[in-house]
């Protein structure tokens, strides 16, 4: 069975860190394509950072460069999305997904896997 698994999420004061892991089952993440995409309370879902499936060059939304570092560890099947300095607007449910095609570049217009989400809230 194809699947991933988001973790990590929880709630943190703003200016603290967490550590996104979303974890594959069924399929090799080392040669896909791989996104984190959040969605906001009454927002559309916006992409935040992608992996790519060849080279393993990375962007990230502009509001998040330099706070957020997308990472992979292929011998683990997992995709880390680590978040430092968060702020409140950071709120929202984080979705890792990932393309089926192989050696693909980010950005991809479509994904095929998504895991069910982990919720992040950035509040004091």
């Known amino acids: 069975q194809l699947q991933l698994v988001e973790s990590g999420g929880g709630l943190v004061q703003p200016g603290g860190s967490l550590r996104l892991s979303c974890a594959a089952s069924?399929?090799?993440?080392?040669?896909?394509?791989i996104a984190w995409l959040r969605q906001a309370p009454g927002k559309d879902r916006e992409g935040v950072s992608c992996i790519s499936g060849s080279g393993g060059s990375t962007n990230y939304a502009d509001s998040v460069k330099g706070r957020f570092t997308i990472s992979r560890d292929n011998a683990k099947n997992t995709v880390y999305l680590q978040m430092n300095s968060l702020k409140p607007e950071d709120t929202g449910i984080y979705y890792c997904?990932?393309?089926?095609?192989?050696?693909?570049?980010?950005?991809?217009?479509?994904?095929?896997?998504w895991g069910q989400g982990t919720q992040v809230t950035v509040s004091s």
């Open positions: 997904a990932a393309d089926n095609r192989l050696f693909r570049q980010c950005p991809v217009v479509s994904y095929d896997y």
């Open positions: 069924g399929f090799t993440l080392g040669v896909r394509a």
